[in-house]
């Protein structure tokens, strides 16, 4: 597998990622086996969330704490691994332990110090690779994020930051505040979520040099069985490039111009090789646009 620029950080990683979404409720020797597969294969970045594992009926923070007991497991993993996890959802009480204050969204310094040092708490690390913004939180002013994401790099706590979520105006706005670089964003972005092919998020990262990390680009799982004018287009093209539906959606997001990492979320061993396969797939100009239209876009 080939390697992309993460930013303008100097650290390549390979061109796809793996996502710890759905990563939990497996034991520890399962886990392992997977992050080992994944990294066999090339992918190089982890992406996960302190609030990954919600999903899995796992306690919070159970998908970093499961990855932090592979980690201990098996020490060497730690370094080969370019280290993705975010912050700035808050379900609960606030981390003072009061009730009713939990919202959706914060992003304020006092809170990502707080999930940030947790998340190092629950990865038994000493540094974060990539620490992200998860959503945008539409009541935190962004020169206070800014000055959250400042900090953290300063305490040495972050290597590098990036957002997740973020509209293209978001990132301009957050950009204007903060001291250190902002390197990636991260969308949604698949054959059947095309939005940020024009809403600017991807101009924007070719603009300013962001690596995009697309999250689900299987759309979750729902592009391996759709049905209509994109299954038939994905089932043409995988016939003629002897791949699975798999492999033509993930060649899809990696063609893109933007150099986008997918950031894929299986944890079977057997579909995270058939994933890797996808790196050796080039799609030529007129079969993306083919899945573009199959997808229901209209190209006039
Ligand atoms: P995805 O790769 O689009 O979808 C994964 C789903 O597809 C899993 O349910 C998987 O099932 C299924 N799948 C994969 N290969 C399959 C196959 N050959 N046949 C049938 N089903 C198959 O990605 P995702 O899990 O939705 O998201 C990937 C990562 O993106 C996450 O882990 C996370 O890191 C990131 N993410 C970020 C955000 C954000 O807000 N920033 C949101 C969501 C996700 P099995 O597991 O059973 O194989």
């Known amino acids: 597998m080939q390697k992309r620029a993460l930013g303008k ?3 390549d990683v390979g061109e796809i990622a793996f996502g710890c979404w759905r990563f939990g409720g497996v034991d520890v020797a399962t886990a392992q086996e997977r992050i080992e597969t994944a990294l066999e294969t090339g992918m190089t970045l982890v992406d996960t969330a302190d609030v990954y594992g919600l999903d899995n009926n796992c306690p919070w923070g159970g998908a970093e704490a499961l990855l932090g007991d592979v980690f201990a497991a098996a020490p060497a993993l730690r370094d080969q691994i370019v280290l993705a996890t975010k912050g700035g959802i808050h379900l609960g009480p606030d981390h003072q332990g009061r009730e009713g204050l939990g919202v959706p969204y914060e992003t304020s310094p006092d809170w990502i110090t707080h999930a940030c040092e947790e998340s190092l708490r629950r990865l ?24 959250a994401l400042s900090g953290l790099v300063a305490s040495g706590k972050v290597k590098h930051v990036g957002v997740s979520n973020y509209t293209a105006s978001q990132v301009s706005a957050l950009r204007a505040h903060l001291d250190v670089p902002l390197q990636t964003v991260q969308p949604e972005f698949s054959v059947s979520r095309l939005d940020s092919i024009d809403d600017g998020v991807l ?11 697309a999250w689900s680009p299987l759309g979750g799982g729902s592009v391996l069985s759709a049905a209509g004018a994109l299954g038939a287009q994905l089932d043409l093209l995988a016939s003629a490039h002897s791949t699975s539906r798999t492999g033509v959606a993930l060649a899809f997001v990696l063609a893109h111009p933007a150099r986008i990492i997918p950031i894929i979320g299986t944890g079977r061993p057997d579909r995270i090789r058939e994933a890797a396969e996808a790196a050796d797939i080039t799609l030529t100009k007129a079969e993306c646009y083919s899945l573009i239209a199959a997808s229901g876009r209209k190209l006039p």
Do not use: C, N, W
Request: aromatic share 6%; net charge negative; hydrophobic share 40%.
């Open 9 to 11: 950080t100097g650290i």
């Open 124 to 147: 038994k690390v000493d540094v974060i690779d990539l620490y992200q913004i998860h959503r945008p939180d539409f009541l935190e002013h962004p020169a206070s994020t800014a000055r």
């Open 203 to 213: 101009d924007q990262a070719m603009e300013l040099g962001l690596t995009p990390l």
